[in-house]
């Protein structure tokens, strides 16, 4: 039986770091593949999230197809371009980044604590790491975002049938996330003045 896990088109456990360099390819077809995830969520309020992150995903593509030699891995991409003076696809990393920790963090407190219900995950999350960012506005429409969460049951379902399957999955993918999610804050601490 087919989970999340099973039909997206990369998952952050295929991503292969070597060392703390990132490969770009696979590194945005599996963040392409988590934005697909607020899908399940079953929120429109969830739109802003997805566009703005695959607002993000375009920035670093479109830099890559640009300058492929100097983007294989994605520290290499940030560097090549910041040394041209410029940072659009860094900043979009540095934004992706922050979107997948969230959603890395907001998953992380779900399972550790199986009674508590999404909407009070992802909003604990967003305090921990999007929300310090954000205007106003912003957080208004993440505060509406987190409030339509469905319920914990119902999104588990939604990630398959099989509750065993999913758990180990869900682990393995999470774990990964977790992995790359480390190397690129090590990496973004290096050069955030740039970006910002």
């Not at 593949?33 to 739109?47: C, E, M, N, R, Y």
């Not at 995950?121 to 208004?140: D, I, P, R, W």
Request: proline content about 2%.
């Amino acid at each position: 039986m087919a989970t999340f896990f099973s039909t997206i088109k990369r998952s952050f456990k295929d991503v292969a770091a070597e060392g703390e360099q990132i490969p770009t390819t696979e590194f945005l077809e599996a963040a392409e593949s988590l934005v697909t995830l607020f899908d399940l969520l079953g929120s429109t309020a969830f739109a802003a999230v997805q566009k703005d992150m695959n607002g993000n995903i375009k920035k670093i593509r479109d830099r890559q197809t640009s300058h492929p030699k100097e983007s294989d891995t994605l520290q290499n991409l940030c560097n090549n371009e910041l040394a041209e003076g410029k940072r659009n696809a860094s900043g979009g990393l540095l934004w992706l980044h922050r979107g997948l920790e969230f959603t890395e963090k907001a998953l992380r407190k779900n399972i550790q604590n199986p009674s508590e219900e999404l909407n009070i995950s992802f909003t604990n999350a967003y305090g921990e790491t999007l929300k310090q960012y954000h205007n106003m506005l912003v957080k208004g429409v993440f505060t509406l975002a987190m409030k339509a969460c469905p319920y914990r049951a119902d999104f588990y379902k939604k990630l398959g049938e099989n509750e065993a399957e999913v758990n180990t999955q869900l682990e393995e993918w999470l774990t990964a996330l977790e992995l790359n999610n480390a190397i690129l804050s090590r990496y973004l601490a290096t050069v955030s003045q740039k970006i910002t």
